[in-house]
Structure formats: structure tokens, C-alpha cells
């Protein structure tokens, strides 16, 4: 059947009218289970066309909202994009590379990182 039910993330405003639309088809679905299973007295207070006409409204209204759902949750989204796209993602300072030096003891070059001297073994 229908895909009536949506949350979107960003827009409280496509919730709600995502909210409405879902029970505007739950009444258009009402009214013609209703009419079909005689609830409520339905058959004797409308005729067929007449229940027909009222749930093709609700469900096409229902429908209406999820369009419009949808088209709000799409703005959202690409205005949200946009304002991304404008920030400039922060530069990250990249760490300066440590590089090798000389053992403080025997003047052997040693590489970065490195916690030992090579060749006398003293702590660098
Ligand atoms: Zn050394």
C-alpha cells in the first residue's frame, strides 16, 4: 500500500505535516472500511458515492501533506547542505614532522623517533 509513515531528521515542520498526512489516511481508510463493514451506521447516514468522494478527499489531501513533507524535508535538507558547503571545513594543522638529530653524546645521526643512539646507546 502506501509509504505513509516518515520521520525526517532535520525538519520538525515535514514531521508534522508527515504526522497529518498518515491520519488523513487513516480517515480515508476509515471511511471505506467503515462503509464496506456498515460501521458507525455509515451506509444509512451516506450513499456509496458520496463515502467514496469523502475518502478519495481524505486520501488525496493525506497525500498532499506527504508531497509537501517531503518537498519541505528537501529544502531543509539542501539549505542545511549549502550552509555546509559555505563553512570552510577547518584546516588541521599538520604536525611538523620530527626529524632526526645527532646523539648529545657520540654525534651519531639518529632518525626520528628514535629513543636510543645507535651506536653508543645513550638515552637521546
Ligand atoms: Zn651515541
Redo the contacts with the bound molecule.
Sequence with gaps: MFVIFKWYRHSFAATCLSILSTTFYAVGAFMLVGYILDLENLRREMSLPEALLMAAVFLLIGFGCMKLAARVALNKERKLAARNAARPAPIRPEPAPVSGGF??????K?EAGDSF??????K?
Design positions: 646523539c648529545p653524546k657520540c654525534g651519531a639518529h643512539c645507535v651506536r653508543c646507546g645513550a637521546l
